[in-house]
């Protein structure tokens, strides 16, 4: 019964973990392309109504 509730309680903090761990893959993920989009942005900008605001906060200075 202890071995059970043992073998549980792992199951349980590595689910945890790898919930955490996919959490933070998905965020470095969104991270990486979002930043990939920006400076593609950058380089040939898409004229449309989103990026307007960016682009006039870039050509500002």
């Known amino acids: 019964m202890t071995k059970k509730k043992a073998n549980g309680l792992f199951e349980y903090m590595f689910l945890e973990k790898f919930e955490l761990l996919g959490l933070s ?6 991270t990486v392309i979002s930043g990939i989009y920006i400076s593609l942005n950058q380089i040939n900008p898409i ?12 050509k500002g200075e």
Request: proline share 0%; no cysteine; glycine share 0%.
């Open 25 to 30: 893959i998905s965020l470095v993920l969104a």
């Open 47 to 58: 004229e449309n109504v989103e990026m307007t605001s960016h682009k006039s906060l870039t």
